[in-house]
């Protein structure tokens, strides 16, 4: 830690046991130090760990977008679904009315 901000007298304690959480990359980092710092100044050490703990979360370059249903959208799902009952039915109907016609021959 060749460059280091310029750290009060009574905050080098803290300073430096909230450095020693960081990841050695992050702790060469002379504008991290100085967020630390500020941190440290504005919020106090649990401020500056919740900094830490963000700062060393994997951030995702990929996700997926979802897109927001519309009103339109649920309507025609709606249709759908209620097209799909429907035939469902029919064929519910045909099924029983085949078993019923196999009865009938077997007696």
């Known amino acids: ?8 007298g009574d905050q ?6 909230i450095m020693n959480l960081a990841p050695d990359e992050l702790r060469e980092d002379f504008s991290f130090q100085e967020t630390i710092l500020m941190y440290l100044k504005v919020g106090g050490e649990k401020l ?43 064929e519910n109907e045909e099924e029983s009315e085949g078993e019923a016609s196999e009865t009938t021959k077997e007696s």
């Open 1 to 8: 830690m060749a460059d280091t901000p310029n750290v009060p």
């Open 12 to 17: 080098k304690i803290s300073f430096n046991r």
């Open 48 to 90: 500056a760990r919740q900094h830490i703990k963000v700062a060393t979360q994997p951030f995702y370059d990929e996700f997926t977008i979802k897109q927001r249903l519309t009103d339109e959208t649920v309507e025609e799902t709606e249709e759908t679904a209620d097209d799909q009952e429907g035939s469902e039915e029919n």
